[in-house]
Each structure stands twice: as C-alpha cells, then as structure tokens.
C-alpha cells in the first residue's frame, strides 16, 4: 500500500533530495565543529553555517544574516524571545488560536508577573486587528500571534498588526511562523516584524532539530539569553559574548541539520514561494471542493476560501471520532494524518472542538492532485460505513 502523507503541518515528507545530499556531504566530507577549530574541516563547517543564514535571510528579506539566531525549533526560538524580553510589570497581547509553543511561556511569565492578555478570534479563527488595538495599554510590551494556525490554516493579518505595533513605537511585535515560513512570502521589513520565530523541519524543507529566531537590530540589547556557555568566540572571557549571533548561540551547533536547512530553504527559493503557495493553494482548493459534496456528514472548520488558509484542513466527520478516522484512514488507505488537539487547545476551545480536538490533512510540495481525490473517496467509503 502507497503511502500518502498528509501531515506536513507536523512535519513535511517527503524532503527534496537535495536536503538529503547536503547532509549527506557533511557528515562525509566534513564533519567539523565550526568556530571551534582553526583547520580546514572547522572553517568550511562554518561556511556551512554562514551560508545557511544567508539563505534564510534572502528568504525572509533580512538585511543582516547574523539577525538570525539558530536554534533547535520555533518553541526554543520562541522562549529566547519571550522569556528573555518580558518582565514582570509588562504586558502581552496574544489571540485565542495559538499553539502551546506560545501560550505555555506566556502562560509562565503570567504566573511571574507579567499581565497577558487573550484577544479572542472568530469561530473560523478570524482575527480583526482593531481587536489588537483595543487591548493595548500604557504598558504594552509585545504582541505575540501565529502567522498562520495550525488547527484551521487561517492567515492572521500579521502586516496590519505590525503596523498598529509600529505606531506605538515602543511595542515588539513577535511572530510564530512554524507553519508559514517557506509556505507563504514573509518579509520582515514590509510586515514590521520586530521577532520572527520559524521552525526548519516543515515548509523549509529541513530536518528535525532546526529552526531558528530572526530579532530586529537593536533589540537584542533588551534580550537575555536563555542559555549560556561555549560558543567559540570570546573564549578569554567567562563573561556569555553580547553580540549577534553568539549571544544566543551556546553549544556545538546542529551542523548537520543546518547542512539540510540551508539546502531546504534554498529548495524553496529556486521553486519560488510564491510558486510553492499556488501549487498548494490549489490541492487545497481542490479538496475543499470534494468536501462540499459530504455537507452534513462533514464540519469544515476554518475560512471557507482556500486563499484565506495555508494548505491545511481540519474537519470532523458525523459519529466518527477523530483517533478512530485516522486510524481507519492509516490502515485502510495508507493515508498520514494527524487527529486530536495539535498542541493548541486555545484554537480548539475558539472553534468549538475541544476536548475532541479534528481530523487534520495537511498538503505539501510533494502532494499530488491524485493524493487529494484518494483522501476524498477514503472519507466517503468511511462514510458510507
């Protein structure tokens, strides 16, 4: 039975081969610790290294790579950000689709002091960004949201947020792009993204373990790290370094996920993002379609238009739970998928699916129009009983 992969919310399958090669050509041909040796093998290690953040930096239009800090997901990304820039007395301004990744550090600084706020989104996960502006107070210190979610793929106006944010001129505006980052364009500067977390295993094409935060210049003074210790550089001092990226850059880096970073996010440039999100646009169109004809055996969650949404459908089915569909859909059809509460419960209390949480596909570059009309008969032989 062929295997159809539906879960690239989660994490993407198949990589392009060039992923594949480029970490391939580390571990044989390399295999060096960068920054941490004078030889040859440590230097083009850290050419590996460079070269990455220069990619990523083309990709998310930043002016200076060394913006860019690596780390081993957008969680930890994540944590660096708000853990090392809130402080007790300040407040924060989230919405009511985020994932876990955001809300349990928020949810941390809240029990330390840190007042947050929760501006709630629609039943589609709509968000209005006057809501935004009618939390702000006097001690606003950041706005943290998801460019996309991951429960029902509606795209947060993350640009019109930035600009309110911006207007404010002391406030930070910080961004979950897990599920964005490589799938729709993201332009630090025209969207006044002040933090940028992603995540490399997804729509970058990377492996586990990668991922990475994008900080604006000058903010980074107002950042504590959240770990310290070697990084290479400064090695006379027992003092943790105070420029980029090494301040936040402690450890023997993953180098050779970085290796397969770098290839993925490069992937992504030769397709062309916009390119990708037509492609995927498309097989999205085209399920959301098969889906109207199940209407009333099948709730779509989520904006109806599928330009509205990353390539991502959540969707319940009549007296079906969700573990029991995917487990039918695994067994009977080879079809990869994720069901339950995506690590967001605060998306699934907003739409109306908690505790049960949904059925998730997820659609890839390697999705194919076939893949899609394969997981619309399976739900309705499913259906059909």
């Given at each position: 039975?062929?295997?159809?992969?539906?879960?690239?919310?989660?994490?993407?399958?198949?990589?392009?081969?060039?992923?594949?090669e480029?970490?391939?050509?580390?571990?044989?041909?390399?295999?060096?610790?960068?920054?941490?040796?004078?030889?040859?093998?440590?230097?083009?290690?850290?050419?590996?290294?460079?070269?990455?953040?220069?990619?990523?930096?083309?990709?998310?239009?930043?002016?200076?790579?060394?913006?860019?800090?690596?780390?081993?997901?957008?969680?930890e990304?994540?944590?660096?950000?708000?853990?090392?820039?809130?402080?007790?007395g300040?407040?924060?301004?989230?919405?009511?689709?985020?994932?876990?990744?955001?809300?349990?550090?928020?949810?941390?600084?809240?029990?330390r002091?840190?007042?947050?706020?929760?501006?709630?989104?629609?039943?589609?996960?709509?968000?209005?960004?006057?809501?935004?502006?009618?939390?702000?107070?006097?001690?606003?210190?950041?706005?943290?949201?998801?460019?996309?979610?991951?429960?029902?793929g509606?795209i947060?106006?993350?640009?019109?947020?930035?600009?309110?944010?911006?207007?404010?001129?002391?406030?930070?505006?910080c961004v979950?792009?897990?599920?964005?980052?490589?799938?729709?364009?993201?332009?630090?500067?025209?969207?006044?993204?002040?933090?940028?977390?992603?995540?490399?295993?997804?729509?970058?094409?990377?492996?586990?373990?990668?991922?990475?935060?994008?900080?604006?210049?000058?903010?980074d003074?107002?950042?504590?790290?959240?770990?310290?210790?070697?990084?290479?550089?400064?090695?006379?001092?027992?003092d943790?370094?105070?420029?980029?990226?090494?301040k936040?850059?402690?450890?023997?880096?993953?180098?050779?996920?970085?290796?397969?970073?770098?290839?993925?996010?490069?992937?992504?440039?030769?397709?062309?993002?916009?390119?990708?999100?037509?492609?995927?646009?498309?097989?999205?169109?085209?399920?959301?379609?098969?889906?109207?004809?199940?209407?009333g055996?099948?709730?779509?969650?989520?904006?109806?238009a599928?330009?509205?949404?990353?390539?991502?459908?959540s969707?319940?089915?009549?007296?079906?739970?969700?573990?029991?569909?995917?487990?039918?859909?695994?067994?009977?059809?080879g079809?990869m998928?994720?069901?339950?509460l995506?690590?967001?419960?605060?998306?699934?209390?907003?739409?109306?699916?908690?505790?049960?949480?949904?059925?998730?596909?997820?659609?890839?570059?390697?999705?194919?129009?076939?893949?899609?009309?394969?997981?619309?008969?399976?739900?309705?032989?499913?259906?059909?009983?």
């Amino acid at each position: 039975m062929e295997v159809v992969y539906l879960d690239n919310a989660a994490t993407s399958f198949p990589k392009p081969e060039a992923t594949l090669e480029a970490m391939m050509r580390y571990q044989r041909a390399i295999g060096g610790s960068p920054g941490r040796s004078g030889h040859r093998l440590s230097i083009e290690a850290g050419r590996v290294v460079l070269d990455t953040r220069d990619t990523l930096a083309r990709l998310f239009n930043v002016e200076d790579p060394l913006r860019i800090v690596f780390t081993k997901n957008a969680t930890e990304a994540l944590n660096i950000a708000l853990i090392g820039l809130l402080r007790p007395g300040d407040h924060a301004i989230t919405t009511g689709m985020e994932h876990n990744a955001v809300m349990r550090p928020l949810r941390f600084l809240a029990s330390r002091g840190v007042e947050l706020s929760v501006v709630p989104c629609s039943d589609r996960g709509e968000l209005d960004p006057e809501d935004i502006r009618a939390a702000f107070r006097t001690n606003t210190r950041a706005v943290v949201l998801t460019h996309a979610s991951n429960v029902t793929g509606t795209i947060m106006p993350v640009q019109e947020i930035g600009v309110l944010t911006r207007e404010r001129g002391d406030m930070v505006l910080c961004v979950d792009a897990a599920q964005t980052a490589g799938a729709l364009p993201v332009d630090v500067e025209a969207m006044a993204v002040d933090l940028l977390a992603f995540t490399g295993h997804k729509s970058l094409y990377g492996p586990q373990g990668t991922g990475g935060l994008y900080i604006r210049k000058g903010l980074d003074e107002k950042i504590a790290p959240l770990m310290r210790g070697g990084t290479g550089s400064r090695s006379e001092f027992e003092d943790q370094p105070d420029f980029m990226p090494d301040k936040y850059e402690s450890g023997t880096p993953n180098t050779i996920g970085l290796a397969g970073l770098g290839a993925g996010a490069a992937f992504i440039l030769e397709q062309g993002v916009e390119a990708v999100r037509e492609k995927e646009e498309a097989l999205t169109r085209r399920f959301l379609h098969h889906l109207q004809d199940l209407r009333g055996d099948v709730t779509v969650y989520g904006p109806p238009a599928a330009q509205k949404r990353i390539p991502l459908i959540s969707f319940n089915l009549r007296d079906i739970t969700p573990s029991d569909a995917a487990l039918y859909l695994d067994e009977q059809w080879g079809i990869m998928c994720r069901p339950g509460l995506h690590c967001a419960p605060a998306a699934h209390r907003t739409i109306g699916t908690f505790p049960q949480g949904t059925v998730r596909f997820s659609f890839g570059f390697f999705n194919t129009e076939e893949h899609v009309d394969l997981a619309a008969e399976a739900l309705r032989r499913l259906l059909r009983g």
